[in-house]
């Protein structure tokens, strides 16, 4: 059978609604179960209304067993009748006594892109030939648990496993004033799983989809948010695109054992509009997305003309109440204050560089984002997040610098503090100071940074306890014992739990330090080096990983290379690259764990003036791959 894709929101929901209604049969003997999928009429759009969801699959095991007793799979097992009325009805002959666990999938009837497959208690996704606006991809599940004890009439709710994903404009009159007229729109999305778990409600499997070109959706419009004490009326918008984004890997912390719940993700996506042409006339991208099972994500605005004007809005139905992230565009140091103080989220378009410095601390919200195209400029420790609980995103594609701060003391523009959380994408991050401070700086709070690139001339990231995570990122610091006061380009310290994947580290001083107990830092791919000064040479330039006074650095893979050999005779050939030691003032030793990656030299320990000894069942082999001479793998790999 088929089944799946996307959607979700707080959809309403297909409905398995009480038999107490008058069309509802009676059971007609003890063991009868009489389920009644209905979807409820309150749907006030033409757009995800149910009714192409038309057919009910389903499938019935004994609780504790993986045995399929029955299934709509099985032509001679009982089968649902074909919805009418947004209604189907099925009977089963239980034994009375036993309990059964039954999950249940209605979709539109000979459909292709939905299997339903009863042994692994799962439906898979077909995205081959998958377009944008296919409202027949609408579908619904459930999984419950019933003990029969006679006749029985049960209520089930199935509900969407997808968050819906609406684009929707108010400029297509602006459009066609500017002679452009809308054709097709398509649709990209960084994550779509393709595989549902129908008994644990777990999505899996997930990777980057887009939706092709289609007409964009012929449907009411949908009705503008009016701001809170706002005189000016609302807006109607039109919609561009509705696809359905299955969605729901984890499951929802405060009641995991409901399937049709899950923990909200987030994704990046982009609308891609056309003219009747075939040409593109527009491409809206938005980061940090969010999207939540059977719920829906409404991102609106002038789309059609502006990159930068734009809400999202999360409409829940049934679990929460809304919530919305909407874009303020900023172009002037007052502007941009005055939204983040007032609690919006705002937009540098990016023509636009605004410099904060004489502004003064600024504290951001919960959940407030910052979307910087143009440049800011920032002076010591602005933009902070602070507090637990307290998450703030800040993303590209543009630029954050800490420059001409007077006496070069720009440093620390974005900060993590005290339990808060400080996600970054896709940005560029500069600072002057050479003699203290960070680019991004932590002190117990948690680091997300993804696709960042960040120059620095002292630490271009300092995390002091909580976590750090950073993937895909470019990290450089000019750093030198020479030059003001010298630092590695990453400094993971006391406490803080770290992992860097796939990043690029350089460094003059150094580039990844783990300091100070509980520190602990895990490499699982990049490359990570040190590199000569252009006036002092090599002489000024130590080691991609230092590990001291009890931090521990954890290798899993990557590329480590160093420019000199500074072991004093400990390495007979290659160059320093992985070294741990008590930092030159009888602090205590680090330490490494090594289970993969490639190196300019072995790693040792310098104090010791001897070898750091490899976990067992892991060897060194020999190599040659540029200043690579070593690599560590597993014995017998």
Not at 27 to 45: E, K, Y
Not at 362 to 373: F, G, H, P, S
């Amino acid at each position: 059978m088929k089944k799946s894709i996307f959607t979700a929101m707080a959809m309403t929901a297909l409905l398995l609604s009480s038999c107490a209604n008058d069309d509802l049969q009676n059971p007609a003997q003890d063991g009868a179960v009489v389920f009644t999928a209905s979807l409820p009429q309150s749907f006030s759009r033409a757009i995800a209304d149910g009714s192409n969801a038309d057919h009910l699959s389903y499938a019935v095991y004994e609780s504790g067993s993986d045995d399929v007793l029955f299934t709509s799979e099985n032509a001679g097992d009982p089968q649902a009748s074909a919805f009418s009325e947004l209604k189907s009805t099925l009977t089963l002959n239980l034994a009375k006594g036993k309990t059964y666990d039954i999950i249940f999938w209605a979709d539109k009837s000979n459909n292709t892109f939905y299997t339903f497959d009863p042994e692994q208690k799962s439906v898979t996704i077909n995205y081959d030939g998958i377009t944008s606006n296919d409202n027949d991809r609408d579908a619904f599940f459930e999984k419950t648990t019933i003990t029969v004890t006679g006749a029985m009439n049960e209520t089930v709710t199935l509900r969407r496993p997808f968050a819906q994903l609406n684009f929707c404009t108010n400029d297509i009159e602006a459009a066609r004033a500017a002679n452009l007229e809308l054709g097709t729109t398509a649709v990209k999305v960084s994550n779509a799983y393709s595989k549902l778990n129908l008994f644990t409600g777990k999505a899996s499997e997930g990777s980057e989809l887009t939706f092709a070109q289609a007409p964009r959706v012929d449907n009411t419009d949908y009705p503008g948010k009016v701001a809170e004490g706002s005189s000016e009326p609302a807006k109607t918008y039109a919609y561009l695109s509705m696809n359905y984004v299955l969605t729901g890997s984890t499951p929802l912390a405060e009641q995991p054992e409901d399937v049709k719940q899950a923990e909200k993700e987030i994704l990046d996506c982009s609308l891609m509009v056309y003219d009747n042409n075939g040409t593109l006339i527009n491409t809206v991208d938005v980061s940090n997305v969010p999207v939540q099972r059977n719920y829906r994500t409404n991102i609106y605005g002038a789309l059609l003309t502006s990159t930068v004007d734009y809400t999202i809005k999360i409409e829940p139905d049934f679990y929460k109440e809304d919530y919305d992230v909407e874009y303020v565009s900023v172009a002037t140091p007052a502007a941009f204050v005055s939204a983040i103080l007032e609690g919006s989220n705002v937009v540098v378009p990016a023509e636009a560089s605004i410099n904060l410095i004489g502004q003064g601390p600024i504290d951001l919200a919960n959940e407030q984002r910052i979307k910087i195209e143009g440049t800011v400029n920032t002076e010591r420790a602005q933009l902070s997040a602070r507090g637990e609980g307290v998450t703030v995103y800040v993303e590209g594609p543009g630029k954050i610098t800490s420059i001409g701060v007077d006496g070069a003391k720009g440093n620390r523009p974005l900060n993590a503090l005290d339990g808060a959380t400080l996600v970054v994408r896709n940005l560029e991050v500069e600072t002057e100071q050479n003699d203290g401070g960070s680019c991004i700086f932590s002190e117990n709070g948690n680091l997300d940074l993804e696709n960042v690139t960040i120059n620095a001339h002292n630490f271009a990231i300092g995390a002091n306890g909580g976590t750090l995570i950073a993937k895909n990122c470019n990290i450089t610091s000019d750093s030198n014992n020479q030059e003001g006061a010298f630092s590695y380009t990453v400094s993971v310290a006391t406490g803080c739990q770290a992992v860097l994947e796939g990043c690029t580290v350089t460094g003059i001083q150094g580039g990844v330090t783990v300091q100070g107990e509980g520190a602990v830092v895990t490499i699982k791919n990049g490359v990570y080096s040190t590199i000569a000064h252009p006036q002092y040479g090599e002489n000024v330039a130590f080691y991609p990983v230092y590990a001291t006074d009890k931090g521990l650095a954890i290798i899993e893979g990557g590329d480590f290379i160093g420019v000199k050999n500074w072991s004093g005779g400990v390495l007979t050939e290659g160059t320093s690259c992985l070294v741990a030691g008590d930092n030159d003032v009888h602090m205590p030793d680090g330490n490494f764990i090594i289970k993969g990656g490639r190196f300019s030299g072995k790693a040792y320990n310098h104090t010791e003036k001897k070898l750091s000894n490899l976990p067992e069942g892991y060897e060194y082999r020999p190599i040659s791959v540029g200043s690579l001479i070593w690599e560590v793998k597993a014995i017998g790999q």
